[in-house]
């Protein structure tokens, strides 16, 4: 502010920027103001936007690299949680598979111990039967001796 009381404003004119005295400030230069704000907003718009794309372009490859890590990383996971559920169901099949088994050798056993009985009676009969067979014979003989 100037000693006697009005505020001193910089204002754009002739395209340069002035210093102007109190409410000094017209129209016109106020457009000329706007304008050379747009202006100037145009060319580090258009100034950023080239080092937008040259940044795109020197980082693309770090990009690419880093996307075909990541799925990469994401195969790998998925095949290591295929494996996990792999394993977890082989080996529940497999204890299925050793508990199914001992009941099918019990079953067995059972089976051969019972037909192992059988066995035996049935050749215990047999001998009792041919014992019989032999005695009657030797009776009919003695018989017909007589």
Known sequence: ????????????????????????????????????????????????????????????????????????????????QHSKIEAVVYSRLRSHEVKGAQLRIEGLRDEIERLEEEETKKQKRYGELVHTKNRLQLKIRSQEKK
């Open 1 to 80: 502010q100037a000693a006697s009381g009005s505020a001193s404003q910089l204002s754009f004119s002739n395209n340069r920027w002035e210093q102007v005295e109190g409410d000094d400030r017209t129209a016109e230069t106020l457009y000329a103001e706007y304008k050379a704000i747009q202006n100037a907003t145009n060319a580090v718009t258009k100034s950023c936007s080239k080092l937008e794309q040259k940044l795109v372009i020197q980082t693309g490859g770090y990009n690419q690299r880093s996307q075909s890590l990541i799925d990469s990383s994401m195969q790998s996971f998925a095949m290591l």
